[in-house]
């Protein structure tokens, strides 16, 4: 099975998808890359930024990939 797989599986059963859960689940490093080849594929995927803290307390910025249903 391919990153690809797993990802577009995780959106599947999950609806979305972070960065830190597909490098913690998948061992994906590039998930930014994986969405986009899964959309070249004709799977439709969306992206929204979303703010939360990092380990240090500090404001930041992240994706969350989703699939609307």
């Known amino acids: ?34 969405i986009c080849d899964l959309k070249r594929q004709g799977k439709e995927i969306h992206m929204v930024l979303e703010t939360g803290k990092n380990k240090f307390g500090e404001d930041e910025r992240h994706a969350r990939y989703y699939i609307v249903t």
Request: a positive charge; aromatic letters at 14%; charged letters at 20%.
């Open 1 to 34: 099975m391919t990153q690809c797989d797993r990802i577009w599986t995780h959106l599947l059963a999950y609806g979305s998808i972070t960065q830190k859960e597909a490098y913690n689940l998948y061992g994906c490093f590039r998930l930014a890359s994986r």
